[in-house]
């Protein structure tokens, strides 16, 4: 069946058409112009938006669970996550998969390749996202030190996008981390730098390595010094590669997001929301794979007081980015569409284009989530 979008503001890599029709077909985007009465409708299933901006979906590439689900501890429950995500205004995601034993990996694979129940709709998960488990143990942040392990290519011979895996963070300066890198990058795979203590230099030659993308700037990593930059000045004074920034004014004080912005700009930011199994919960106790964690309403932490996630939502990154920035609306939404697209090689995700699949996330001018369209369809969930 049809959907069709009338009277939206649609953003599309061109400009905004004002007062559109989007028409969607078997998922796909099969119409796009500015809208006439003369013009005929189609058969199907109507959405009137106007007053709203249809924006690309949102892409979230590092979440680690949400809904009380946690990804790490339940491989498997990436299909309920999903089904509810759409309220969030994220149409497809990398469910992320903390430090944790080797099984916990082959689990999340067997869980790709057994797919969704019958009858599934939801966002997309388009592949896992393995945080650790070669990170370095001086910034392992909420990661349990008793998995980490020391970069090996024969420990992981599954890893492979045909297996769903589609993002790696490890830390480039550990003995071994260039041949893992190479082999990752060979298999298809993207890698990331984070939970690392790299120097600026270790930084840039991981980058010559194959390191594509940045995790959570400047969470993890060595704090920026103006004699000793580290990863996080390496990835603000290479603004061909993309990093993932956590908006909440939390991980991040305002004034390094203002950084982040001024240096890396709109083509090269993710926003991220790192979340854990607690957003969209009360506050209280809950998991980030074996670990506790103790949520206020406002952040995750350790018992320690080590901030560990988040429970952010993309709207709010979206929102602090406009307010902090004092960039536009428009210009920060290819940080939640276009930006992780391009860093997975998503042709069809991240543009509202004919031929692009039919994921649309519809916001009111303040950024708030009014509805969302997955595969064409409207969520309902």
Known sequence: MNTIILHADVITPRGVISDAIL???????????????SIPLPSGEVVDAAGLLASPGWIDIQINGAFGYDFTNQPDSIWETARLLPRLGITSFLPTIITSPLETHRRAIQTW????????????????????PFINPGKKGAHNPQYILS??????????VENGLRLVTLAPELPGAHELIQE????????????????????????????????????????????FPGLAGALLTHPEIPAGLIADGIHTHPAFLQLAWACKGPDSIILITDAISALGMPPGEHLLGETIIYVDGKCARLKDNTLAGSILTPQSALQNMIRICGASLEA????????????LGLKKKGRLEIGCDADITLINPKGEVQATIVGGKLSTS
């Open 23 to 37: 028409t969607a077909e078997n998922g796909v985007i099969t119409r796009l112009e500015p809208y006439h009465p």
């Open 113 to 132: 390749k057994e797919g969704p129940p019958p009858g599934w709709r939801g966002a997309t998960p388009l592949g896992f996202h393995f945080e650790g």
């Open 184 to 227: 990752l990058r060979g298999r298809g795979i993207v890698v990331s730098a984070g939970h690392s203590l790299a120097t600026y230099e270790q930084a840039t030659e991981a980058f010559e390595a194959g390191i594509t993308c940045g995790t959570h700037l400047f969470n993890a990593m060595p704090t920026l010094d103006h004699r």
């Open 151 to 160: 970069p090996n290519p024969q420990l992981i011979p599954e890893w492979r």
């Open 332 to 343: 920060i939404l290819p940080t939640l569409t276009l930006n992780p697209a391009r860093l």
